[in-house]
């Protein structure tokens, strides 16, 4: 079976560009999440997604936003870049909400110059 | 808000021996844990996860201890090989309420001295 897949795998944009990132997750399924990576925070929850609906929400700015299509592909938009969003964005897929693993795609490096 | 702990950034071991990475967790009704692997250029690897009505689980060579009373959780890992050279993540989630996401801790780089 096919792990997540996330594109592209590096980016490089300027401040106050905006930035589309897009996941698949692994076949079946449902829910998708996303994580920023950096050196001085670490992995931080951005936000979840089921069934299409946004269901929980990490403490980032509303520059940060996402959503999920009807065959639980997903995309995480940020605009209005700033050079502090430089990070790895993880997408992490799990068959349920609770009680099961994420299983992380290999990240899309983001640089804002 | 509450967060996950590693309690060393780098641990180094001999190849062959076996390896202990420790993880100490504030929220006391977090009840899903989880330890992830992360090799440099890759996505966490899901390595082995435990629930709070446990204390002790089992895999191909590595083993979860968790301690509900002093909130720690530990991953041993067997016969240490070079390929489990990375940085271990250890991660809690309370399923109930809200169900945020994941809480990681900072990690502990392994290092597998030949």
């Known amino acids: 079976k096919a792990g997540v897949t996330q594109t592209p795998r590096y980016l490089i944009k300027t401040r106050g560009q905006q930035v589309t990132l897009s996941c698949s997750p692994i076949?079946?399924?449902?829910?998708v999440s996303w994580y920023q990576q950096t050196p001085g925070q670490g992995l931080q929850f951005l936000f979840e997604?089921?069934?299409?609906?946004?269901?929980n929400k990490g403490n980032f700015p509303g520059r940060f936003s996402g959503r999920q299509f009807s065959n639980s592909r997903s995309e995480m938009n940020v605009s209005t870049l700033e050079l502090g969003d430089s990070a790895l964005y993880l997408c992490?897929?799990?068959?349920?909400?609770?009680?099961?693993?994420?299983?992380f795609g290999n990240g899309t490096r983001l640089t804002v110059t | 808000g509450e967060s996950v702990g590693l309690h060393l950034p780098t641990l180094s071991v001999q190849e062959g021996d076996n390896s202990i990475i420790n993880c100490a967790y504030s929220?006391?009704?977090?009840?899903?844990f989880i330890w992830y692997k992360q090799e440099s250029g890759k996505g966490p690897q899901f390595i082995i996860d435990?629930?709070?009505?446990?204390d002790k689980r089992q895999g191909q060579r590595v083993t979860v201890l968790l301690n509900k009373t002093v909130k720690h959780l530990s991953l041993q890992i067997a016969a240490t090989q070079p390929g489990d050279s990375a940085v271990y993540f250890c991660?809690?989630?309370?399923?109930?309420?809200?169900?945020?996401?994941?809480?990681f801790g900072k990690g502990t780089h392994l290092i597998i001295q030949p």
């Open positions: 992490a897929s799990s068959p349920t909400r609770v009680g099961s693993p994420l299983h």
């Open positions: 076949s079946g399924h449902r829910s």
């Open positions: 997604y089921f069934s299409e609906t946004q269901r």
């Open positions: 929220n006391s009704a977090s009840d899903y």
């Open positions: 435990i629930r709070s009505n446990m």
């Open positions: 991660a809690e989630k309370y399923s109930g309420g809200g169900a945020d996401g994941l809480t």
